[in-house]
Structures are given as structure tokens and as C-alpha cells.
């Protein structure tokens, strides 16, 4: 167990719909990452959250949102779901200027 | 672009042979960290090594940073097939605030 908890695991739903992802950091730590992660694009940065404020913006589309809570989890929502959105999605927390630790990733399949 | 380059993309050597992967990047880092995936796993911390260091040791690993060259090198010395996996480095430029992936190389060791 890295620490940091993504839930659900795997996720099958059709075009068109919205889900939600989520993330629980390693404790102590303040900053959350998403990424993307498909066979075509590798490892992609979405979005990054510090302390609940937005602090850096990747390559996410208009359709995905996140955003951090008071207690520090994280939830992804991707909307208007295309084939093409399914990927594995990790969540990573960290630190100031220390390593990422990741979860273990939510599948999204999109059919 | 500030992406951290991984090279080769593709390595596969027998088990007790030495693998060697190198990294680039483009601008100024204040580290640069190696992760190591399993198949459809989360991405596992390997070695953080600072700006400021040449090389670091974890075991098997050894890591060194040229950053005169902007690049870094991977050393898996006594492979074993057990380190199959895809293997990132992340170049962190602005204080953990956005670390940036490389496509990585993925590592066959063969029985």
C-alpha cells in the first residue's frame, strides 16, 4: 500500500456519460496529481492541486474537472465520456520537492 | 517542451546482464527521479537524485546526472527477470510543482 487510494479501481461506462474518480493522498502530503496514462500517449499531466487551489494545468480537456477538498482528497470528473478517454488514470501526492507516490490507478473503459 | 526524453524505448537482455537507461531533458531541473511501472500498475519511486548530486546508489540501482549535458543514466546492474517493467524519469523544474514524464523505456529480462 503506497498510501494514496484511488477508488473505483475499474470503471466501464458508455459515451456520453460522466464519472467520478477519486484520490485520498499519502497523509502529511498536500499536492495531488492526475494523469492519464493510454497505450498512444503515455503519461500524461492533467491537472495538479496544492493545499485545495489549483496550481498547475496540463493537458486536460474542457470536458475533465477536478478539484480538492477541504480534507485533501481529490476527485477527477471527466464528462461527455468519448472512446477515446480510456486510459488509466492515476492519482499522485507529494511534499514540497520530494518524490510522487502513486495510487494504484483507476481503468476506465469507455464502450 | 519540457519533457524528459527516456532512451532506448525498447531494452530486452538476460537475466544477470547490466541494463543501462538514459534520460534528456531540456531546461534547468531542481531533480530528477526515476519510477519504475508494472503492467498496468502504479508507478513505483525508485531514486530522487538533486540538482546539486552526480550519482546516487539504491541497491542495484545507480543513478548519475550530467548537468552540463542535461541528461541522466539508469543502471540496473544483475538484472533479474523480476525487473521487467516500464521505467520513467520525471524532471521536476519548478519545486514539485509539475513533474514532467519521459514515455519511458520498457525493460524485458529474460530467464
Redesign the interface.
Given at each position: 500500500d503506497?498510501g494514496?487510494t484511488q477508488t473505483p479501481k475499474h470503471l466501464i461506462t458508455a459515451t456520453g456519460q460522466r464519472v467520478t474518480l477519486r484520490c485520498s493522498p499519502r497523509s502529511g502530503d498536500l499536492?495531488v496529481?492526475w494523469?492519464q496514462q493510454s497505450l498512444d500517449q503515455?503519461?500524461q499531466?492533467l491537472i495538479?492541486y496544492?493545499n485545495g487551489e489549483e496550481?498547475?494545468k496540463?493537458n486536460i480537456l474542457e470536458r475533465f474537472s477536478a478539484q480538492q477538498f477541504p480534507d485533501l482528497h481529490s476527485e477527477l470528473n471527466l464528462s461527455s465520456l468519448e472512446l477515446g478517454d480510456s486510459a488509466?488514470y492515476?492519482c499522485?501526492s507529494?511534499?514540497?520537492?520530494?518524490?510522487?507516490?502513486?495510487?494504484?490507478?483507476t481503468?476506465l473503459t469507455v464502450v | 517542451s519540457q519533457q524528459g526524453e527516456e532512451d532506448p524505448q525498447a531494452l530486452s537482455i538476460q537475466e544477470g546482464e547490466n541494463a543501462t537507461m538514459n534520460c534528456s531533458y531540456k531546461t534547468s531541473i531542481?531533480?530528477l527521479?526515476w519510477?519504475r511501472q508494472n503492467s498496468?500498475?502504479?508507478?513505483?519511486?525508485l531514486i530522487?537524485i538533486r540538482s546539486n548530486e552526480r550519482e546516487k546508489h539504491s541497491g542495484r540501482l545507480r543513478v548519475t546526472l550530467d548537468t552540463s549535458k542535461k541528461s541522466s543514466s539508469l543502471l540496473i546492474t544483475a538484472s533479474r527477470a523480476a525487473d521487467t517493467a516500464s521505467y520513467?524519469c520525471?524532471t521536476?523544474y519548478?519545486?514539485?510543482?509539475?513533474?514532467?514524464?519521459?514515455?519511458?523505456t520498457r525493460l524485458s529480462v529474460l530467464p
Open positions: 503506497s494514496v499536492s496529481y494523469y503515455g503519461l499531466f495538479q496544492y496550481r498547475a496540463g488509466l492515476f499522485a507529494s511534499s514540497l520537492d520530494r518524490e510522487y507516490t502513486f495510487g494504484s490507478g481503468r | 531542481n531533480n527521479q519510477y498496468g500498475r502504479g508507478l513505483v519511486h530522487l520513467f520525471a521536476d519548478n519545486y514539485g510543482q509539475n513533474f514532467v514524464f519521459g514515455p519511458g
